[in-house]
Antibody
């Protein structure tokens, strides 16, 4: 079955960098568009970024554009989120998520299958 | 971009129906049929329960239904059950090539 396991979270100071990983299994990783979505403690969901199945196209939320980079390595079945210039407001649980159907148009299907998330805490 | 607008809370008794609204603009809910709804229980990842306004993924009971009218989407849960108590979020793609979520609605089953 679809499994998504995030890692790389932790405590970091403002202005520093962190790279999150999402290990995918149980499906053909290179077939699906993938998302990152975050949730600040006690707050709602906030979409972060999406990447096309082949890694060609990427879109970002305004709040992270220019600071975060989404990427993928199909040889390792892994999704990444490089987070630079971190701010206190980036503190959240970060989820990776897969769309339901493969080879789908970008910006059409919603995130369907979700991992359990990894916590990023930005504080001085 | 501001989040889609949802009521902070709704409540209902077992067996009743409740409707959660999700108000956006002509740049998101009003333009695309790409409105989805998620259910999230405390400490767990969100679960997709409605996609493309009214489609239920496999395994989601038909007690859950979705609709839209203009810039507002709605999720209706009929025959409320205790297990439906959770936080519910709507989402919509936007003309700015982003995905926007609502602020969330806490459903309490009385």
């Amino acid at each position: 079955q679809v499994q998504l396991v995030e890692s790389g979270g932790g405590a970091v100071q403002p202005g520093r960098s962190l790279r999150l990983s999402c290990a995918a299994s149980g499906f053909s990783f290179s077939t699906y568009n993938m998302h990152w979505v975050r949730q600040a403690p006690g707050k709602g969901l906030e979409w972060v970024a999406v990447i096309s199945n082949d890694g060609t196209y990427k879109y970002y939320a305004v709040s992270v554009k220019g600071r975060f980079t989404i990427s993928r390595d199909s040889s390792k079945n892994t999704l990444f989120l490089q987070m630079n210039s971190l701010r206190t407001e980036d503190t959240a649980v970060y989820y990776c998520a897969r769309e339901e159907y493969g080879f789908g148009d970008l910006l059409y299907q919603p995130p369907h299958y979700w991992g359990q998330g990894t916590l990023v805490s930005v504080s001085s | 971009q501001s989040a889609l607008t949802q009521p902070p809370s709704v409540s209902g008794s077992p067996g009743q129906s409740v409707t959660i609204s999700c108000t956006g603009t002509s740049s998101d809910v009003g333009t695309y049929n790409r409105v989805s709804w998620y259910q999230q229980s405390p400490g767990t990842a969100p679960k997709l329960i409605i996609s493309e306004i009214s489609n239920r993924p496999s395994g989601v009971p038909d007690r859950f239904s979705g609709s839209t009218s203009g810039n507002t989407a709605s999720l209706t849960i009929s025959g409320l059950q205790a297990e439906d108590e959770a936080e519910y979020y709507c989402s919509s793609y936007t003309t700015s090539s982003t995905l926007l979520f609502g602020g969330g609605t806490k459903l309490t089953v009385l």
